[in-house]
């Protein structure tokens, strides 16, 4: 039977998540090509709202980021006669239930690259087959996955890769991308089958409070939605939603020059104005917009120039979406990608545990007003350049704090606006020189690092105010400022600033030292992993059970 005539489903469910957006959507496209009446659902856990592993809940800017992208989603819906139905509850709770009470003949839903996701998505379809099976129905629910949200699926790169195992660096992934071409985009959905009324009055019944779309306060943050928008003292703004990110990218790639040319580690770290990069981080990642449509729109501006005035992979913007599924991929293929211990790749550095020192770190108290002020724009707005997450989390591991990645990906993953499992955990492995990078002797510092791109400390004076009147001479080492001076701007150190949690030249030396015996204890169980240069990704506790803080 052709494809245009094959029979459609009577009731199907979409089940929306990443690929928020209608644009270059397949899953949504054929959910509707393929079914006479369409539910369209987003399920929200409000223990754990948006959250990528087990008991780590977004952080306020994130949801509320996701908030607006999902109401914009039903906004959408509603003016083609549809709405989306949000429910409040587990996945593998909720949605049998909704299969059943609708019988559901199609669940459509976007694969997930990351391990924690798809163990969720496992035990989500198998309660739904065990409920269908302990009913009795006497029909089946086909189970539709797509995997859009890269540039390829990973089972396509991996059948291309030799024993079915991702390349362990860059360079030799760009050679299997390569051969391959980006699909073009598919046709926007505008329109969608009717509402399955009748299974609609069904589900309010049985869910009542539950089916709604949630507030913050809802979700149990403590902002509103009103205090979000003044939130971040002039920080960067994201907007959430397909809309604001199609102009985004309108407006960058309006700037042809720049978008040719662009090299990321060129970018600034301390632009207090915007964003010296594209910005776009947090649409692709919710899939507010396509990376195929980031990918195809780029090619564009490359072909009105000659290839040799255009940047190139890895710095260039082509590059970076490279790096984005490379990513995704080693996350993909690995066990235990978010953990040392059992992860094949990761070096198994025993690291310290002290909590006191983490949340200071976490809390801009250590006494290094560069690496504080990151960690402040950190938690007011989501959005960190990917240099300053390089300095935090190079000062939080091997450079200064000997505490575990692991600790450091959680806190990511709890404030970044664009948290992204498998990049997040990848960059962690990366700057503590767990995996993918070894020179453990770079390490960035946290007061010469931010000299080089900002020796007046604006950005500093912008994020910590209280530095506002500090001299640029002392402003990266308040500590050195004679105490006359200090009482005159009033930030005096020890008073209402922390004295420098570490001695960095101190600690720093001493932890490379520990990164080599560790590095030689490894070398005696098996051979160093081939190490790679990349300008983006850019008491001992040894037991096997650490287990990451939540």
Known sequence: MAKSEEKKHDVAIHWFRNGLRFHDNPCLLDACQKSESLLPIYVVDPEFPFAQTAGCRAGTIRANFLLESINEVDEKLRKMGSQLVVVLGKSHEVLPEIVATTQAKALFYEQEAAAPVREQDAETIQAIKNRLKRDGKNYECKFEAYATH????????????????????????????????????VNEVKEVPSLPNKSVKLLEKSFAEALRMPTLKDLGYAAAADDMK?????????????????????KNM?????????????????????????????????????????????????????SKETSKPPVSLHGQLMWRDFNYLVGYSTPNFDKMIDNPIARQIPWDDDPDLLLAWKMSKTGYPYIDAIMTQLRETGWIHHLARHSVAC??????????WEDGATVFEEYLID??????????????????????????SPIAFGKKTDPNGDYIRKWLPQFKDMPAKYIYEPWEAPIELQKKVGVIVGENYPHPIVDHKLVSKNNMSRMKEAYDAQKNREPMPANESHSSGLNRDTSPKRQRRN
């Open 150 to 185: 890269t540039l390829h699926p990973m089972e396509r790169y991996l059948a291309q890769c030799k024993d079915h195992t991702a390349p362990s660096t860059y360079g030799s992934f760009t050679k299997i991308f390569n051969k391959m071409s980006v699909a073009k985009e």
């Open 230 to 250: 003044n939130s971040g003292k002039g920080g960067y703004a994201f907007a959430g939603g397909e809309n604001a990110a199609i102009e985004l990218l309108a």
């Open 254 to 306: 309006a700037r042809s020059q720049w978008v040719a040319t662009f090299e990321k580690p060129k970018t600034s770290p301390n632009d207090a104005t915007r964003p010296s990069t594209t910005a776009l981080s947090p649409y692709v990642k919710h899939g507010c917009i396509s990376p195929r449509r980031f990918y195809h729109e780029l090619s564009k501006v490359y072909s009105k120039y000659n």
């Open 395 to 404: 000062f939080l591991t091997r450079g200064d704090l000997w505490q575990s």
């Open 419 to 444: 948290a992204d499992w498998s990049i997040n955990n990848f960059n962690w492995q990366w700057l503590s020189c767990t995996a993918h990078f070894y020179q453990y002797f770079r390490c960035y």
